[in-house]
């Protein structure tokens, strides 16, 4: 039978690597913040990828977001650790890759899981909660999606635009 110094002992080594184990896990996941492209949301996230991938829009949306004759400014404030922003900002990249229209540019901001820590990153934009995207149409910001489509993202972005052009 075990001393009781020997079973401290162990339950103490037990813990220790438990703690390391779960570091290692969480030190893994990355969490990308500031200005990004696409393709470094999908290197370090391929799982992305596979959503975007079984994502189906609505065609006569992607239609209408084809025959945009404007530019529109899209800002895309994500978090690379939020289900929300998995789901809807790959649809996103799907319906982009669909729409194919260069006078829709978007750009995609990363932001951290602590709330505290995202200022720098939203300064002057009022972003609660996320994904959000934003709408900029002639420099005035015409809508946004918030967290979750009312419809989907491809419908709302296009009645957002709809309204403004």
Request: glycine share 4%; aromatic share 8%.
């Amino acid at each position: 039978m075990p001393s009781l110094t020997q079973t401290m002992t162990k339950n103490i080594f037990l813990s220790a690597l438990a703690i390391i184990l779960l570091a290692a896990v969480l030190s893994s996941q990355v969490e990308l913040q500031g200005q990004l492209t696409r393709d470094e949301i999908l290197r370090n996230f391929p799982d992305w990828k596979t959503v975007a991938e079984s994502y189906s829009p609505d065609l006569e949306f992607i239609s209408g977001l084809q025959a945009v004759s404007e530019e529109i400014q899209i800002e895309v404030f994500l978090g690379t650790w939020c289900p929300d922003s998995k789901q809807h900002v790959s649809a996103y990249f799907k319906i982009m890759d669909m729409v194919q229209n260069p006078l829709i540019r978007t750009t995609y901001i990363g932001l951290p899981q602590i709330k505290e820590d995202r200022a720098k990153y939203i300064q002057g934009k009022d972003i609660q909660r996320i994904p959000t995207f934003v709408v900029t149409i002639r420099g005035q910001e015409a809508g946004r999606i918030i967290e979750t489509p009312r419809t989907s993202v491809e419908e709302d972005l296009w009645r957002i635009i709809q309204e403004k052009i």
